[in-house]
């Protein structure tokens, strides 16, 4: 019984056509015999290089920039003579003379101490405006509902205004809103700036754009928010 079960195999493949005899005994290559472990071993190496790489979170938004605190501004009324004392970006201290006008004779002095910024001179009059030395902004902006549990108090912000394209400023949260508007909620950013560094004279509302860095994740944790 065994060799008649060994004679039909025989038979059998002598029915095959030499190609395929040859193709059934050829050896396959490495790639091709162990190809599922090779793209099993590529996936999970793509796995891990995601879990380990970090990149932080960034949002931008749009905001609306406010100054914290007081400038002294001082309008000279048209056709009053006056001579200036202070030149425009002089640092003065509190009491010192910054404005001498005639008829009649008197000294304006600083009410604080700051820098003298001079405004829409013209022959007949002028505005000097006298900004602290540290000035603080507050910027609020609505920052989305989905990605608002990443905002903590004191996070890192990055402010930049048109007025000045090329500065950038570092500030923090201070406040959050709990209550939502649509599908924001509102945060408050507030900046010092140094006048070392920069002098930033701006109307009761300026607009500014925030960076918030909210945390570092991974590119698998990224994938896999976006995912779902």
Request: hydrophobic share 40%; net charge positive; charged share 15%.
């Amino acid at each position: 019984m065994p060799n008649a079960t060994y004679s039909t195999a025989n038979d059998d493949l002598n029915l095959l056509s030499d190609e395929v005899q040859e193709v059934l005994g050829r050896r396959f290559s490495w790639v091709v015999r162990h190809g599922n472990l090779l793209t099993l071993a590529a996936f999970l190496s793509l796995v891990a290089l995601g879990a380990i790489v970090r990149y932080p979170m960034t949002v931008e938004l749009p905001g609306t920039m406010h100054f914290v605190g007081t400038i002294q501004r001082i309008a000279i009324p048209p056709g009053q003579a006056y001579q200036p004392l202070a030149r425009n970006g002089q640092t003065v201290q509190r009491a010192t003379p910054v404005i001498l006008c005639s008829a009649p004779t008197n000294v304006i002095r600083a009410s604080q101490e700051g820098v003298c910024i001079w405004e829409n001179v013209t022959a007949t009059q002028a505005t000097l405006c006298i900004v602290p030395n540290h000035q603080t902004f507050d910027v609020r902006c609505a920052f989305p509902t989905e990605k608002s549990r990443y905002i903590k108090l004191g996070s890192p912000v990055t402010i930049s205004c048109p007025a000045y394209p090329d500065a950038r400023f570092k500030g923090f949260v201070t406040q959050r809103s709990v209550q939502a508007q649509g599908n924001s909620i509102w945060v408050n950013v507030r900046f010092t700036v140094s006048q070392s560094s920069h002098t930033l004279v701006v109307p009761d509302q300026a607009n500014a754009t925030l960076r918030f860095t909210l945390k570092e994740q991974t590119l698998l944790s990224y994938v896999t928010e976006a995912l779902l």
